[in-house]
């Protein structure tokens, strides 16, 4: 992706947030929303994260970009410059998209974590607006829609583990079928199904969401570890 590809784009996944260091605990694990001057405060470690890389090594500009671009926004709503539109680099850009879906995922005391599914429809209703819309649609095209490893419920109430999907069928991923919807076993074996037709898979859920112990959680990952793709 114009140089920014493969080792470098991990390397920047890596870094973007190394600046928050800087910021102490107390704002970091605050229970409840941050004051604007804590605001203030966690924004710096954009820039401060950008100086500790520099003193490290050598860097290259596209890894400078997308480390002081990874929260701006197409609209210009961003930070810490405010670059909107074109004049924000598309390593910024996709860094964003990354930085975001990361983030859904994270539980905060003021804001759950989102299943995977929901993280990325939540990023796609922002396409054209904060984010560069073929770079939404290349992400999506490569986690798919439902990400590999997201528990999905179908409509007969049967839980599984997505195995994998194919950039073709984004929403219609190879699923691993683990357990019916109290958590018991099912009739069969653990076994690979990939749903027909819209609707076939009712929503995406968190483990936590789900009655069921860490050993069949456990036990379930394993099973569908085991299957082949």
């Given amino acids: ?56 090594e050598a860097i290259s500009e596209t890894l400078e970009e997308a480390i002081l671009g990874h929260h701006e926004r197409l609209d210009g709503s961003g930070y810490p410059r405010g670059v909107r539109g074109t004049r924000l680099p598309l390593s910024a850009r996709l860094a964003g998209i990354v930085d975001t879906y990361d983030a859904l995922l994270q539980h905060k005391s003021y804001s759950p974590a989102l299943a995977a599914h929901d993280a990325i429809r939540l990023i ?13 649609k290349s992400f999506i095209q490569a986690l798919g829609v439902y990400p590999t490893g997201s528990w999905v419920q179908l409509a007969d109430g049967r839980l599984g ?53 860490q050993r069949i959680v456990d036990a379930a990952v394993l099973a569908a570890a085991s299957l082949a793709a």
């Fill in 1 to 56: 992706m114009s140089g920014f590809e493969g080792p470098l784009a991990a390397r920047a996944g890596l870094l973007l947030d190394i600046g928050k260091i800087s910021v102490p605990i107390t704002i970091l694990a605050k229970p409840a929303r941050l004051s604007s001057p804590e605001r203030r405060f966690i924004r710096r470690h954009v820039r401060r994260g950008l100086y500790m890389v520099r003193a490290a």
């Fill in 124 to 136: 796609n209703s922002m396409r054209d607006r904060q984010f560069d819309s073929a770079l939404v």
């Fill in 161 to 213: 583990i997505v195995r994998s999907q194919t950039a073709e069928q984004p929403a219609h991923p190879h699923v691993a079928l683990v357990c019916d919807s109290t958590g018991g076993a099912l009739k069969t074996d653990t076994m690979l199904w990939k749903p027909a037709r819209r609707g076939d898979i009712a929503r995406a859920v968190l483990p936590g969401q789900m009655q069921l112990s």
